[in-house]
C-alpha cells in the first residue's frame, strides 16, 4: 500500500538557519503530495500542495518540489523564524482518495 | 459552523466502557476520515469514507473498532471494552472528492481511558 517516510526529529534550528525536511514516498499512479503543520495547541492545517509531478508548492516562504524520478517531496525554507516552530507531516492523497501521512517532524527554532 | 466539529472535545472512561466519538464533516465532503494520533507520535489512519462507496477499513487495529457514517454526512467512531492502550488524540478530517484537495482537520477528541 501507499507509505510516507519523513525525516525523524526532532530537528533544532538557530533562527535564520536553512531548513531541510526529507520526505519520500510509495504510491501506485499519480499521488497527489502535501505538507501538513501542527503549531503548539493548534490543529492540522494544510502548508502547501503539489498535483503533479515537477510542481512545486510554496506558503509562508516554503516550498517542496514534487520529483517523481526519486519519489521526494522535501520541505524547504531559507531562513526559518521562531514561529515556525512546529510538528511538519508530510502527506499524499492516492488514486482512491485515502490521505497517508508520514510519522511528523518536530521542528524548533531558538531565537 | 463552517469547519469539521468533534464531539467530545475531551473524554475520560473506564477501561472496560465502551465509548462514541462524533465528527460532523463540512457540508458537502464526501470524503471523510479519523486519524489516531499517540502522544509524540505521527497520524495513524484509522478509516476513510468517500461517497457511497464501502469504507476503506484497513487501519483500525482491532475488531473493538468500528465506524459508520449516517446519510453520508455525520460520523461515529465506535470503540468497544476500551484499553489503556486506546488513549489518544482522535482526529477526524473531511475534504471534497478530487485527489488534489487538502483535509480539514476537526480539534479531535482527547481520549483518556483509566
Known amino acids: 500500500g501507499d507509505s510516507v517516510t519523513q525525516m525523524e526529529g526532532p530537528v533544532t534550528l538557530s533562527e535564520e538557519a536553512f531548513l531541510t525536511i526529507n520526505c519520500t514516498y510509495t504510491?501506485?499512479?499519480?499521488?497527489?503530495l502535501f505538507w501538513y503543520v501542527q503549531y503548539p495547541g493548534e490543529g492540522l492545517q494544510l502548508l502547501l500542495k503539489?498535483?503533479?509531478?515537477?510542481d512545486k508548492g510554496s506558503n509562508k516562504g516554503f516550498e517542496a518540489t514534487y520529483r517523481k524520478e526519486t519519489t521526494s517531496f522535501h520541505l524547504e525554507k531559507g531562513s526559518v523564524q521562531v514561529s515556525d516552530s512546529a510538528v511538519y507531516f508530510c502527506?499524499?492523497?492516492?488514486?482512491?482518495?485515502?490521505?497517508?501521512f508520514g510519522d511528523g517532524t518536530t521542528l524548533t527554532v531558538k531565537p | 459552523g463552517a469547519g469539521v466539529s468533534q464531539s467530545p472535545s475531551n473524554k475520560v472512561t473506564e477501561k472496560g466502557k465502551d465509548v462514541e466519538l462524533r465528527c460532523d464533516p463540512i457540508?458537502?465532503?464526501?470524503?471523510l476520515y479519523w486519524y489516531r494520533q499517540s502522544l509524540g507520535q505521527g497520524l495513524e489512519f484509522l478509516i476513510y469514507f468517500q461517497g457511497n462507496s464501502a469504507p476503506d477499513k484497513s487501519g483500525l487495529p482491532s475488531d473493538r473498532f468500528s465506524a459508520e457514517r449516517t446519510g453520508g454526512s455525520v460520523s461515529t467512531l465506535t470503540i468497544q471494552r476500551t484499553q489503556q492502550e486506546d488513549s489518544a488524540v482522535y482526529l477526524c478530517?473531511?475534504?471534497?472528492?478530487?485527489?488534489?484537495?487538502?483535509?480539514?482537520f476537526g480539534s479531535g477528541t482527547q481520549l483518556s481511558v483509566l
Open positions: 504510491a501506485t499512479g499519480y499521488p497527489s
Open positions: 503539489a498535483t503533479k509531478a515537477d
Open positions: 502527506a499524499l492523497r492516492g488514486n482512491a482518495g485515502k490521505s497517508t
Open positions: 457540508s458537502g465532503h464526501t470524503a
Open positions: 478530517a473531511s475534504s471534497p472528492g478530487g485527489l488534489g484537495e487538502k483535509l480539514f
